[in-house]
């Protein structure tokens, strides 16, 4: 007979005690399941971060019902990751719980200290970042290195939000732009480049130059305070949208999307992008 997974708060259990046993049970060696015994931090990583978009996405939709799902999908990926590290008594989940504690007690004077200075949330973001970088030249020290400005802006994220923060943290030490114009000559100067190499037909050096427009376009978006991701994924999603009008106008057509021309798809488009404001 199969043991059963612990009971929840009906049965007296409580709720976080209860997902950590469940965890324990899915890693166990023996009796645990298959997949998740044979995982490790690497392969995991990929799901961890495709959760905390879906939490985005569930905000973005404002459904309260997928976000409490999302949001216990994201705690999940936290235990699994605190698991894998217990097995290996580097720390567990109640280190990771104490330590986010400390660090936000920390970081936050104004709330549980004296918070002097602090009466504005203008002055907790200079408070929060001084803390940060200090934070960031003690692991520098740690590691025998020298710190740098760019310290810390994780390799994992998402490359349009990464380019920001980088862009963000070269600003801070007065590595920028003066004003908006060279912004845009910059975008201009980079586009003419990539047209350059599309005619040269070198694949390399094409794809070096799209990066660079790419950067330079984050660049234009942070000058005028857009978040490139938010700005990427709004698009997406006008573009999904348009589209399935357009299949569904070819559909009461009486016809595949994959029987319509270019051109017709195009009229469709046009009409559903006027429509969509």
């Known amino acids: 007979m199969k043991d059963r997974e612990p009971e929840g708060r009906q049965g007296g259990v ?18 645990g399941c ?10 995991i ?28 999908d994201l705690l999940f990926q936290v235990v699994f990751h605190a698991r894998m590290a217990e097995e290996l008594d580097a ?3 109640e280190d990771v719980a104490d330590h986010i504690s400390e660090k936000m007690i920390e ?19 200079r408070n929060w970042e001084a803390q940060k970088a200090a934070e ?19 390799m994992g994220l998402p ?32 586009w003419a480049e990539v047209r350059a190499e599309i005619e040269s037909g070198d694949r390399d050096r094409q794809e070096a130059e799209i990066g660079d427009l790419l950067f330079a376009v984050v660049n234009l978006a942070r000058y005028l305070r857009i978040d490139p991701e938010t700005a990427l994924r709004n698009t997406n999603s006008r573009f999904v949208s348009r589209f399935h009008r357009v299949e569904a106008a070819v559909a009461a057509e009486g016809r ?17 992008k006027k429509k969509q404001g």
Do not use: C
């Open 34 to 43: 298959p997949w998740d015994v044979e995982q490790d931090f690497e392969s």
């Open 136 to 154: 960031r030249g003690r692991r520098a020290a740690r590691e025998g290195r020298r710190p740098s400005a760019l310290d810390g802006v994780a």
């Open 91 to 93: 720390f567990d989940f």
């Open 256 to 272: 595949s999307i994959e029987e319509a021309t270019l051109e017709e798809m195009d009229a469709h488009w046009n009409a559903a």
């Open 14 to 31: 409580d709720p976080m005690e209860r997902l950590l046993r469940v965890m324990a049970r899915l890693r166990d060696p023996e009796r």
């Open 159 to 190: 490359a349009l939000m990464r380019a920001e923060k980088i862009q963000k943290r070269a600003a801070r030490v007065g590595f920028d732009f003066p004003d908006i114009a060279p912004v845009m000559g910059k975008v201009d100067e980079e």
């Open 107 to 125: 970081r936050h004077p104004h709330v549980f200290g004296d918070g002097a200075g602090i009466d504005s949330a203008g002055a907790q973001a």
């Open 45 to 72: 990583a990929p799901y961890t971060i495709e959760e905390a978009y879906e939490v985005a996405d569930a905000i973005e939709r404002r459904s309260m019902e997928d976000l409490k799902g999302e949001l216990g």
